[in-house]
């Protein structure tokens, strides 16, 4: 016997008539009719007296009736348990590590799924370089990191995020190359370079320059590329970034790679750590739309 069932019966009974049960349960009278004749076949039993203008319940029907509030005050209270348990189980912190990307706004996404599902959970985001991310990932300074490729995960678990970030130089808007539609590699050769420090940054461009790293006319290093957009206005150098990373500014212009060089960002965690259970179902959240 379903329970959807045992709800229209229970509505019928209280309100006397087939239509204004009807009308309750926003479902059209036919449909509640048969509902009704089809519990009375299961049960061969008659539930109602069927008077001009009002539907009786017979001895049959009030017994059903008792036992079907009863049923149906149960079902309520456990549904109520699971999501008092699912509130009381979700409740507490998340520490996340996100580069400057595009892929933070696919952070702040999950993040408002997140707390419209679970909203006794508390959050803290860090806006940092990768490295100093990394290093608060590995001192269990924060649960979760959302990092650029090219990067080193093999001690991370990891879910690739489809949204890939297409790396560029910023130049200022006097520059001769700010004309040009995509940056060549022969553009590269000789420029002056604001670049990340990392390693891995600096490799990834010169394998796509097809030049050797100290060839390369590098200026300066960053860590954040916010320092250095008054810099490329002025013209003291064009910086290697991604797209949407900088505040771009009226002075300056993003001009994308060519051949394109694109690369994904990752959400990590640490293999061997144990993670809380919120953080767990925040991953899993992660898990469903991406993995």
């Not at 059903?64 to 507490?92: C, H, M, P, Y």
């Not at 707390?115 to 959050?123: G, K, S």
């Not at 390693?199 to 060839?215: E, F, G, I, M, T």
């Not at 990590?268 to 739309?289: L, M, Q």
Request: glycine share 4%.
């Amino acid at each position: 016997m379903e329970i959807r069932l045992l709800k229209y019966f229970v509505t019928i009974a209280e309100e006397g008539t087939v239509s204004r049960a009807a009308q309750v349960l926003h479902i059209t009278q036919p449909t509640l009719s048969r509902q009704l004749k089809q519990l009375e076949t299961d049960l061969d039993t008659e539930l109602f007296s069927r008077a001009k203008n009002h539907l009786q319940l017979t001895a049959a029907g009030l017994f059903l009736k008792s036992r079907a509030e009863e049923i149906l005050a149960l079902t309520e209270q456990t549904q109520q348990e699971f999501v008092d348990r699912k509130k009381q189980l979700f409740s507490g912190h998340i520490a996340l590590g996100c580069v400057e990307a595009d892929n933070s706004d696919t952070m702040s996404r999950m993040l408002e799924e997140f707390i419209a599902d679970y909203p006794a959970v508390t959050f803290s985001i860090y806006t940092e370089t990768s490295d100093d991310i990394v290093d608060r990932l590995d001192k269990g300074l924060i649960d979760l990191a959302i990092l650029l490729e090219p990067i080193n995960t093999e001690k991370y678990h990891k879910i690739v995020l489809p949204h890939t970030e297409r790396w560029g130089l910023l130049v200022s808007n006097e520059a001769f190359l700010t004309e040009s539609q995509v940056i060549s590699p022969a553009d590269v050769i000789g420029t002056p370079l604001l670049i990340s420090g990392r390693p891995d940054v600096q490799h990834l461009v010169a394998s796509w320059a097809r030049c050797p790293l100290n060839k390369l006319n590098i200026i300066g290093n960053f860590n954040l590329s916010f320092n250095i957009t008054s810099l490329v206005a002025r013209q003291v150098g064009a910086a290697v970034c991604i797209e949407g990373a900088p505040n771009y500014g009226s002075a300056t212009k993003f001009i994308p790679f060519a051949p394109a060089v694109q690369t994904n960002c990752v959400l990590a965690w640490r293999r061997e750590r144990e993670t809380s259970p919120v953080v767990r179902e925040f991953i899993r959240y992660f898990r469903r739309a991406f993995a």
